[in-house]
């Protein structure tokens, strides 16, 4: 990988230099991975003319690791467990060569900012913008790898949670409990904190589960993902508790079915992306449900749950082959719950199969 990463940064390189900086300081986590395979906390990466530098703290006995450390870039450990690396780092960049510096002014404070600037008397600061989450927008086939092993996790302990017996369990237990079978997979850790909502939490947009048990006839809304190698992916299903769902639950359920497939059909290169929110919402709106619907109707995915792009009613921009992305339309009514049906998709021309779903859970109606 270590050449995909020097080939990612040279992208960088080059980007920066077409905007007038000659060097880059990268802050934001998410992006160090991206361009190094690794990102201890607080680390930051340097990219200077004469060299390129990760700087970070001393790394604590134990303490885990997000990645693989790289062995074609210089490290550079603080000394000190109190400084800064991006102060550090900004420090040593007149000397190798630079004498401007682009930061990633929406991932730094104002505080440490101002910190760089104060030893950084000659070098002019540049907006670095989004440059490398621009970068990371479409996926080589290696980090799509990675999503699609992070999906059969998924799928694998949503499976074995449903063979399970549920009523009466708490949403919270049965969290932890997915959250446990995601690490028994092989994942990394959960995408992001699972969701689980029962009865009028069901169909709610990132419900933090609470200690309500399920019951039968209720809804249950299930939204979980896997991390693996750094990648993640979401899946969302809802289902009926005990018996033969309600005619209510049947209907709203089919609207909501038929406005996640209508947002999958919708996904392919070129699409705007609040076109593909237009499709998902339209069928909600037309079924009388337009004022209980979600925000968005999905976002991008990859090293970060909630990447760009944005699909939203005021996205702008177009989707790109190789680009994953969520579709997740849903209804939540607070007086008696919702529904929620959410997959994690790759977009792909027509001529390659168009839309490629990697999470697979059985999307039929499910009374367990």
């Known amino acids: 990988m270590s050449e995909v990463h020097a080939s990612r940064r040279l992208r960088l390189r080059e980007r920066c230099s077409a905007a007038g900086s000659a060097a880059a300081l990268v802050s934001r986590p998410a992006n160090i991975r991206y361009l190094t395979g690794w990102a201890p906390s607080d680390a ?36 000190s467990p109190d400084g800064d690396p991006a102060v550090a780092a900004a420090d040593l960049a007149p000397g190798l060569g630079a004498d401007s510096l682009a930061v990633e002014e929406h991932h730094l404070t104002v505080a440490r900012h101002r910190a760089i600037a104060s030893v950084t008397p000659s070098l002019r600061l540049l907006d670095l913008g989004q440059a490398v989450e621009q970068l990371r927008l479409v996926k080589d086939e290696e980090e ?3 999503l699609r092993i992070a999906a059969e996790i998924t799928d694998q302990a949503l499976g074995e949670l449903l063979e399970s017996i549920l009523v009466g369990r708490t949403e919270r237990h ?17 995408a992001f904190p699972t969701y689980v909502g029962t009865g009028p939490h069901s169909g709610a947009a990132r419900h933090r589960p609470t200690d309500r048990r399920v019951e039968e006839g209720d809804f249950l809304t299930v939204c979980l993902g896997a ?11 809802t289902f009926v508790i005990g018996a033969a769902p309600a005619n209510w639950q049947i209907d709203l359920y089919d609207v909501v079915f038929d406005a996640q497939r209508a947002g999958r059909e919708a996904l392919a290169p070129g699409a705007s992306c609040r076109e593909i ?6 069928v909600l709106e037309r079924a009388g449900h337009g004022e209980a619907a979600g925000s968005w109707t999905g976002h991008g995915v990859g090293l ?7 699909l939203t009613p005021s996205a702008m ?37 168009g839309p490629e779903l990697l999470t697979i859970t059985t999307k039929e109606l499910l009374a367990l």
């Not at 340097?46 to 001393?58: I, K, T, Y």
């Open 44 to 79: 930051v990466l340097m990219l200077a003319p004469a060299e390129d530098l990760l700087v970070h703290r001393r790394r604590v006995y134990g303490e885990p690791g997000e990645g693989t450390p790289p062995d074609d870039l210089r490290r550079v450990v603080l000394p």
């Open 144 to 146: 799509i790898a990675c």
């Open 174 to 190: 049965l969290a932890l409990e997915l959250e446990r079978r995601l690490a028994d997979h092989g994942a990394d850790g959960p």
């Open 227 to 237: 991390c693996y190698r750094g990648y993640r992916c979401e899946v969302g299903r």
């Open 277 to 282: 929110d237009l499709a998902a919402r339209r």
């Open 304 to 310: 970060e749950i909630d990447e760009d792009p944005r």
């Open 317 to 353: 921009g177009k989707l790109d082959a190789c680009v994953p992305v969520t579709v997740e339309p849903g209804v939540h009514f607070p007086d008696r719950g919702g529904v929620r049906i959410d997959d994690t998709l790759v977009v792909r021309p027509t001529a390659d199969g």
